[in-house]
Every structure is written in C-alpha cells, then in structure tokens.
C-alpha cells in the first residue's frame, strides 16, 4: 500500500468513520499514522472525542497517531495572503491596492477552494518525512476530484506563463539602443524564479497522487450515491488516478431470525434490496470492494471505531515513497 491513502464520496456517506478506522487499523498495527480531515460537515474530533487544529496532534490513548482537522475557510485566508504578500513584492506601489482588491473578490469566489486546500495537501504531503501513513479524510467527491484533477492543469498553465515571461524578457533586452547595455534579467529574474517553484510543487504533486497515493471511494446502498461513485471512478481514470477499492458503508443490519414483526420485515425487505446493489457493484464496477460495513445505532467512536477498523480489509503495510525520492 502507498504511503498516502485517500477516502473520498458523496456527502454524509461516513467518509470521516471510514478513514478515521482506517488510520486506526495502521496505528494498531505499529505505522505512525496521521489521519487529515478536510471536511467541515463532520471532523476528526468528533471521532475522537477531542479538539484539532491545523498542527497534528498526537490522539489521546492511541499510540502512532495523530489527527489534523484543515479548515477550508482558514487555508483560502492563509492562501490569498501569502499570494498578496508575494506579489506586492514584484509590483509598483500603484499595483498593491488593484492587488488587494482582486483577492478580496477572488476570495469567495469558485476554485478559491480547491486552489487553498490543494496547496494544503501537498504541503503535508511534502512534509510526511514523520509518518508511515498520511491518512486523508477529504470533502464531498465533486471539490475532492476538482482538486486533485490541479497538477496536470497547473504544469501546463505555468508552462505557459513561463514561455510568455521569457518571451517579454527575451524582447525587453533586444530593445536597448545606441550605447545602452542591454539589461540582461533573465537570470535571477524573480518572476520566472516563482514559476519555476510552482512548476516542480505541481509536478511533485501530480507524480505523488500518481505514484504513490491510493484511492478508495465511500458508498451508502442508495442509487445517488452508486451513480456518484460510479462517475467518480470514471472521473479519477480520466486523471490517471485509479480506485483502488470501494466501501459499502451504513449497511441495514438483518433482525433475528425469530422476528416476525412488522419492523423485522421492513429490515429484511431494505436488506434484499441493498443485496442487490451490491452485486451490481460487484460486477459492473472495476474497483473491488473491501469493506462492507453496517450502520450503528450510536456514533462511531471508542470500541466502535475499533470495531469498525476490523470490518476495513484494507492493508496497512506501507511502501516508501517514491515520488518523494526523487
């Protein structure tokens, strides 16, 4: 198994259940392992029965691991400021105030997002040197696949933009004239030495999703969320990024065998239909399915998570990084 394993799917499939088990089972099995949620809708601390932040903290009676809880809203602040800062830098006083303004407006505006919290990922992914196993618990599949759809977008976009400023400095040093020496800027120029910093952040970031990230998809036995799931697979192949497996998640548990009653029946009747969901998920869907796991009548936390972990037969043995060698 990869180092970096993430859990993705619609909304309120259990996403945060699943992958907080999941790094539950790699503690248990000795890997250092850091669980990072992104979803607001319902945090790692709700798990664990404790507070998070944006600093992995060790998890309180468990040994080898340590949760971190990313907000979105906090990482878009954090992102915008640091590309006011940077580009204040490289602008006439004139332009500051025209900068500032556009990144108030981009601030809420789409992509703003994605654009924050994939710089967030990398960012702990460029910095897992600590852990085993960097678990991520991430959003909703729509903005999940948005954002880890960027690095090849990104690459071929700073391209670009470097093929246009070495173009603009190319013409800029030819138009110096009579005794003039042209200014020769293209070394050290410090446009072109930022691009050059995104370019191989977003080529780490495409060659580690590729090469050394696993992906696995949580599904409730509904049809929206088979259907969803269904693109989603299709989607994360048209990224070169392949399903490792599928969960079944929030499973109708069957009655005794001596109910009768109008309620056992109604148990038994959502059971057949869910069966049946799930042999079409077994034959029309490419991914296999690793766990199927039943709903609890109480939060999935203490002695349920570690039940929970048992029923995710997902390996836990860790393959170093590769991309990160590089």
Known sequence: MEPF????????????????????????DGHDTLVVSTDPAHSVGD???QSFGDEATPVDGVENLWAMQID???????????????????????MVSEINRQLEMAHGTPGAYEAALFDRFVEVMRNAEPYDRVVFDTSPTGSTLRLLGL???????????????????DLFEKAAVGNNEPR?????????????ERKSFFEFAGETLRSDAAFFLV????????????????????????VRGLIANKLTPAPDDDETGRGAQYLRDRI?????????????????????????????????????????EIDTTVDPPSAAEQ
């Not at 909304?11 to 907080?20: E, F, H, I, L, N």
């Open 5 to 28: 394993v993430f859990f993705g799917g619609k909304g309120g499939v259990g996403k945060t259940t699943v992958s907080s088990s999941y790094a539950l089972k790699c503690a248990r």
């Open 47 to 49: 798990v664990f029965d």
């Open 72 to 94: 979105p809203d906090d990482e878009v602040t954090r992102h915008l400021n640091e590309l006011r800062q940077q580009l204040s830098e490289q602008v006439s006083t004139a």
């Open 151 to 169: 690095p090849e977008l990104l690459e071929d976009w700073i391209d670009r933009l470097m093929q246009k400023r070495k173009v603009s400095i």
């Open 184 to 196: 020769r800027v293209m070394e050290g120029d410090p446009v072109l030495a930022q691009l050059q």
């Open 219 to 242: 599904f409730n036995p509904d049809e929206l969320s088979l259907n969803e799931t269904a693109r989603a697979i299709s989607d994360l192949e048209a990224s070169d990024l392949s």
């Open 272 to 312: 057949a239909t869910e069966s049946k969901r799930l042999t079409r998920v077994r034959e029309e869907f490419a991914p296999e399915l690793v766990a199927t796991i039943e709903t609890r009548t109480a939060e999935v936390k203490g002695d349920l998570l570690a039940a929970v972990a048992d029923e995710i």
